[in-house]
């Protein structure tokens, strides 16, 4: 019997340090801390206080305020470009050999960009949600 070639990747055999992998995870991660700085101002007093820091720390939180505009520009900028790159990108323009070849490692990336989008939507929206419960 002939033997054939198989033309998966096995993970094991995949760089880590591959740059198509920071170009994918970059946007995410930036998107997630925008989130987070962008609700700073409205979730973090309430987590000062759950956690006994006080009204001190509570109310300088409320300093970032101004800038929330601009960190929801940005969370919302960067999971576009993380969506465009994770779904609109041609696969033609994956080698093989790099990560984005291997469709395990795509459905990861794409499990990991909507649990981010679903954490970054629902941070921005603490400060309507927030006083039902409060």
């Known amino acids: 019997m002939p033997q054939t070639k198989s033309t998966s990747i096995p993970l ?11 170009r994918k995870a970059g946007p995410l991660a930036l998107a997630g801390a925008a989130g987070i700085f962008g609700s700073l101002c409205c979730v973090g007093p309430l ?12 109310g300088t939180l409320v300093a970032f305020e101004p800038y929330r505009p601009l960190f929801i ?19 033609a323009a994956c080698a093989p050999g ?22 970054v939507l629902l941070l921005l929206a603490a400060p309507y949600y927030l006083p039902l419960f409060f």
């Open 98 to 119: 790099e990560v984005c070849a291997v469709p395990a490692v795509n459905r990861i990336y794409k499990v990991l960009f909507w649990i981010v989008t679903a954490a």
């Open 73 to 91: 520009a940005i969370a919302l900028g960067a999971l576009g470009y993380s969506g465009w790159r994770i779904y609109r990108r041609p696969a």
């Open 47 to 58: 987590v000062a206080v759950s956690l006994g820091l006080g009204g001190g720390v509570a």
């Open 12 to 22: 094991a055999e995949v760089p880590a340090t591959d740059t198509e992998a920071k």
